[in-house]
């Protein structure tokens, strides 16, 4: 396993419904990562946090709403969802902050997240 | 615009047979470029990483290539194994002026015995 472990694996949820998925990481990083993963299209970056600080936010609709306790966990707090956002959510971690080049992100088994 | 074209979108092979995937990029300035491997169910795995001056990687049988001049990476992986089902994503990173990744789509390779 990469050291990165996310919760729950699978989630069904209403448009109405409020859920939040977790992600933590075994490897001392100080960087956490965010990512969508919708079918036939490339891994879309949502959020990353670096010392627990949000560095990045790439647009991304109210709707989802991270939180970072610590440098070992990350949520990501879910309400009034949309069928359209029903993807894999994948979670990272890496040693140093994005500004390194040669920086290798570990990423977690994801959470598939269906909204009826 | 920065981007990562992959190609083929899906294969099929036979196992023992060897392949070649290929990922075209246009990121600028270039700083690094790896090939990950995602089985189903699971989060990507990085394979290789490439550096502007290096123009081939090896990791047991996958082998990945680097033009930076045409700006083309290959990823072959030789004497397939079943367990090489899985999708291969190629991701590319800027140098400077504003740090970014950049992921293709991927190419879902399946491997029949």
């Known amino acids: 396993e990469t050291g990165v472990t996310q919760t729950p694996r699978h989630l069904v949820m209403g448009m109405t419904n409020k859920k939040s998925l977790k992600c933590e990481q075994h490897?001392?990083?100080?960087?956490m990562y965010w990512y969508k993963q919708s079918a036939k299209k490339p891994l879309e970056l949502m959020f990353v946090y670096n010392f627990k600080e949000q560095t990045e936010n790439n647009s991304v609709p109210s709707r989802f709403s991270p939180e970072c306790p610590n440098s070992s966990h990350l949520f990501l707090h879910l309400h009034t969802l949309q069928p359209e956002d029903s993807a894999l959510y994948l979670c990272?971690?890496?040693?140093?902050?994005?500004?390194?080049?040669?920086?290798?992100?570990?990423f977690g088994p994801g959470t598939r997240l269906t909204v009826l | 615009k920065n981007q990562v074209e992959q190609s083929p979108q899906s294969l099929i092979i036979l196992e023992g047979k060897n392949c070649t995937l290929q990922c075209n990029y246009t990121v600028s300035p270039f700083s690094n470029l790896r090939w990950y491997k995602q089985d189903t169910g699971r989060g990507p795995v990085s394979l290789t990483i490439?550096?502007?001056?290096?123009n081939t990687k090896s990791n047991g049988r996958y082998t990945a290539t680097l033009d930076a001049d045409t700006k083309q990476s290959s990823l072959h992986i030789t004497a397939s194994q079943l367990s090489d089902s899985a999708s291969y994503i190629c991701?590319?990173?800027?140098?400077?002026?504003?740090?970014?990744?950049?992921f293709g789509a991927g190419t879902r390779l399946f491997v029949k015995a």
């Open positions: 490439m550096t502007f001056s290096e």
């Open positions: 990272a971690s890496s040693q140093e902050p994005r500004g390194s080049s040669y920086n290798e992100q570990f």
């Open positions: 490897l001392g990083h100080n960087a």
């Open positions: 991701v590319v990173s800027r140098g400077t002026g504003g740090f970014k990744t950049i």
